[in-house]
């Protein structure tokens, strides 16, 4: 049998996007099969089944011809797995052949990765023990890491109450991390070794209404009847009742701007110590308009900066209206991925996982990418208009993904800017040396816990010997390094190092830095900690920087757009700063200036693997910058103009404070770690807890810099069931979505038949979900994931487990699944993988969390089970403030 989806691409016209799903006899997927370009389709979700119906093969997305049917050839590169007498997989062969192993023992899992079963590897047979009580929860985790030759044996223990809640964390060091609950599963405390005592207190609906940290410093938070946040402030004395940051909902507009759309059931705007910001959507829920009001620092002015967007039918940005009136378009391919960026980008071809293997900018250059069997980065090659070749980069990796060695093959290298490296790893795959090849390297050393202790270097400025880490500070937090001593404070945030003091406030933002002779940054942010505004004044010389949005900025009297492919940066264009010369309003009206000419400057950035900016070049091809990187961050060689404003992993370097900013904290890459603690971690310990590395509130990357991003954020999928009660269940899902969003997370709405489809999967697949929510009706299976009905009502799909809902989702390790729904969790069965053996949290709902006559989440009145773990909703667990 098949399903066939069509979705409309453009409004008013007849071109669909055709998907078609493949099942057999038993309603089992067989494949995937969706338009691409040139004629073909691609194959996804491919799979073949063993005599005992589980899967035995599952085969890599590829392109093919025709939506019918066709078995897939068993020459194409494929994962096979297998079983033992229980039907849980104990082998994963990958196509290269590496193979990872599951030995199964009493409450007890051994691990093996690739390179634990590769007799070649330094790190062989070096398995990560897993243990278990009888309730599936893990209770322990021994790491092995093979140090100078012997085998040292890392251990972290767990401790749960009898409602299956995370009591305590004992680290390979003895270290202890505590958490209380109250009677209703709510957090109350939690007592971390770095980062100290946090108190949290819930109104009787469960909303959180007041935090205390380790400073003592109170923050407290009101609702609406709906639940939703009204107010934020910090209390700064005895009846300071004055909220730093105001939301406003559906018909409370602003009088400023009274012509917002679409608001009823979303956030209309918000006022906070930035300025303030203004929303209008479309009636699918799509920001159409957004004004951002920037604070000028040090003045009681204030600059209003309009963006525009458009969509198609499939919701996909069509089109954005810089503040200046400048419009970006953007075009998408048969497959529905981007195409192009026209005047930027004029082409993009990607393989049939959804990988670029070419693009085309507009400065000439064209970049190729090649992959492995595996579909893992090869090569990375980038020709310039002349000829030249500003890259080329090729790859050689471990089984496990590790990059061993990068060549670097342009043809005029020198020996002075040769990139070619070579890597080694330890058993827990932290990075232990780099060497170049003009014979200098780098070695790093670390601590069972995470913490880079050691790093010595033929590089002068690269040796700084050991690190000194706890003391007077908590056991993850370095104390002196390079000779300075680093002070922290009760959060264990950096206060001073060095000539340097550092400045935060009650969200443990960094919001001063002061240095020697007279140097001062200071930093102010919106609702959503995001950086807006900059100052820097050193030398009596004072430069300014405004971030209304991360696609253009005002630097110093000029303001620079950033054209995005993606969320790769892909180009910078400068136009000097005209107030007059600014949209107006939410609908973007145009002035009389906009239109007029304007002199511009315009780079193509050209990057690595890491997103890191590697080539500046403009226009006509000639190379205005090129930089490369240490492995953590730290430059290594540049020359040209100091033109790129975002270096490493696409991140911005303060170069007054030797910081990158990151979003949510900032990072030194002389040390390689953050200066302060991950506040998801911190409040969310639970996350993955399978990795110990991961409890490291200060590492860089869990110590792996050649292959780990750190992200900026979360992303979290809301799927809300069809049929009966649709209206009811979208709206829950659209408030839910509101009030996520402003815990600075990108959450994506869709329908649950939706997800089922690989072209919903297919574009997830781009992002990192942490969490998926489940809005609807249940019982002995999630109610609208097919369109199959009887009597009326979406029948339920038995099928579609916590588990499965879960693989539709793409939830990553250590994130959440969360069900709202009537007897969501009746009849259910789980499998010997259930989600708490997979680092995923399950979070239930029942039928008296739900009203059904204003869409809003009632106060639980009782818990609910869920593999064995129990719990009550709030969007602290999937957002990463409290």
């Known amino acids: ?186 957090k109350l405390s939690i007592n971390d070794p770095d980062r100290g005592q946090a108190f949290f207190t819930y109104d009787d609906k469960g909303n959180v209404i007041e935090t205390v940290d380790a400073k003592g410093q109170h923050i407290r938070y009101t609702y609406d009847a709906a639940n939703r946040i009204l107010t934020q402030n910090v209390v700064t004395g005895e009846g300071d009742v004055t909220p730093e940051v105001r939301y406003h909902y559906d018909a409370d507009l602003s009088p400023a701007y009274a012509d917002a759309q679409n608001t009823q059931g979303r956030l209309a705007w918000v006022e906070d110590e930035a300025g303030a910001e203004y929303l209008t959507y479309d009636p699918r829920g799509d920001i159409t308009g957004r004004v951002r009001r920037v604070k000028l620092p040090d003045s009681v002015e204030a600059i209003d900066f309009a963006m525009r967007m458009e969509y198609d039918a499939m919701q996909r940005l069509t089109a954005y209206t810089y503040p200046d009136g400048v419009v970006q378009r953007f075009t998408y391919n048969a497959q529905s991925f981007l195409e192009a960026v026209p005047g930027y980008v004029t082409n993009i071809d990607y393989m049939a996982l959804g990988k670029r293997t070419r693009i085309e900018t507009a400065d000439g250059a064209i970049t190729n990418y090649t992959y492995d069997n595996r579909q893992r980065l090869a090569t990375l090659r980038t020709v310039g208009a002349q000829d030249v070749v500003y890259q080329d980069w090729r790859y050689q990796l471990d089984g496990i993904g590790n990059i061993l060695r990068i060549d670097d093959l342009r043809p005029d290298r020198t020996a002075a800017d040769d990139g070619t490296q070579v890597f080694t790893y330890d058993s827990l795959n932290r990075l232990t040396a780099t060497q170049y090849a003009d014979g200098n390297g780098i070695t790093y050393g670390y601590d069972a816990i995470g913490n880079l202790v050691h790093k010595s270097s033929s590089i002068a400025e690269q040796n700084l010997g050991d690190f000194q880490v706890g003391q007077n500070a908590g056991p993850h937090a370095l104390a002196t390094a390079n000779d300075e001593s680093w002070r922290y404070d009760a959060n264990g945030s950096l206060i001073a190092r060095g000539a340097f003091a550092y400045t935060w406030d009650a969200h443990n933002r960094l919001r001063a830095v002061t240095g020697a002779d007279g140097l001062r940054q200071q930093n102010s942010y919106n609702y959503a900690d995001e950086r807006m505004v900059k100052v820097v004044t050193s030398g009596g010389q004072r430069e300014v920087a405004l971030y209304p949005d991360r696609s253009f900025e005002v630097r110093d009297r000029e303001l620079v757009k950033y054209i995005f492919a993606n969320d790769e940066r892909i180009a910078e264009v400068r136009t000097p700063f005209d107030r007059s010369r600014l949209i107006h309003g939410l609908q973007g009206a145009l002035t009389p200036q906009t239109n007029n000419p304007t002199q511009t400057q315009t780079l193509f950035y050209h990057g690595d693997h890491l997103g890191s900016a590697t080539v500046l070049v403009d226009p006509t091809g000639q190379v205005v910058e090129r930089q490369s990187y240490q492995p953590f961050g730290e430059s ?247």
Request: proline share 4%.
């Open 636 to 882: 290594r060689a540049q020359s040209g103009a100091n033109a790129a404003n975002y270096t490493f992993t696409g991140k911005e370097l303060d170069d007054a404070i030797g910081l990158y900013y990151y979003g949510a904290r900032y990072y030194d890459p002389a040390v390689g770690r953050f200066i302060s603690v991950d506040p998801l971690y911190f409040e969310q310990p639970e996350k993955d807890l399978a990795d110990p590395q991961a409890l490291n509130l200060y590492a860089y990357v869990r110590n792996n810099p050649l292959r780990n991003v750190d992200p900026n954020g979360e992303d979290v999928l809301i799927a809300y069931s069809v049929g009966h009660g649709e209206d009811h269940h979208k709206a829950v899902a659209f408030a839910l979505a509101a009030d996520l969003r402003k815990q600075k997370l990108k959450v994506h709405v869709v329908t649950a038949p939706e997800l089922r489809t690989d072209k919903k999967q297919d574009e997830l697949a781009k992002y990192k979900i942490s969490a998926a929510i489940f809005v609807g009706h249940g019982n002995r299976g999630m109610v609208g994931f097919s369109n199959e009905s009887k009597g009326g009502f979406i029948v339920a799909d038995a099928k579609i487990t916590p588990e499965k809902f879960a693989d539709l989702a793409g939830v990553q390790k250590g994130g959440v699944v969360g069900f709202l729904a009537c007897n969501v969790v009746s009849g259910y069965t789980t499998s010997e993988d259930t989600l708490t053996k997979r680092g995923i949290s399950a979070i239930g709902f029942n039928r008296d969390m739900f009203s059904r006559t204003d869409g809003t989440v009632q106060s639980p009145d009782r818990r609910v089970n869920l593999n064995s773990t129990q719990g009550y909703f709030d969007t602290t667990q999937v957002g990463n403030q409290g």
């Open 1 to 186: 049998s098949a399903i066939y989806t069509e979705q409309r691409e453009q409004s008013g016209t007849e071109h669909v996007y055709t998907t078609v799903s493949y099942f057999d006899g038993l309603g089992r997927k067989l494949q995937t099969r969706s338009e691409a370009e040139g004629g073909k389709v691609v194959v996804t979700g491919a799979v073949g089944f063993n005599a005992r119906q589980g899967i035995g093969v599952e085969y890599l997305p590829y392109y093919d011809t025709g939506l019918a049917y066709k078995v897939s050839d068993a020459a194409l590169p494929h994962v096979t797995q297998f079983y033992d007498p229980m039907a849980r997989i104990t082998q994963r062969q990958q196509p290269d052949r590496a193979l990872t192993r599951v030995v199964y023992q009493p409450l007890r899992q051994l691990l093996y990765d690739e390179e634990d079963n590769n007799p070649a590897s330094p790190n062989y047979d070096t398995p990560r023990t897993v243990t278990y009580d009888g309730l599936a929860r893990l209770i322990g985790v021994e790491e092995v890491n093979r140090l100078d030759g012997q085998l040292e044996r890392y251990v972290t223990h767990y401790e749960y109450d009898r409602l299956g809640r995370l009591l305590k964390i004992v680290d390979a060091q003895g270290n202890i991390k505590s958490q209380t609950f109250d009677a209703l599963g709510r």
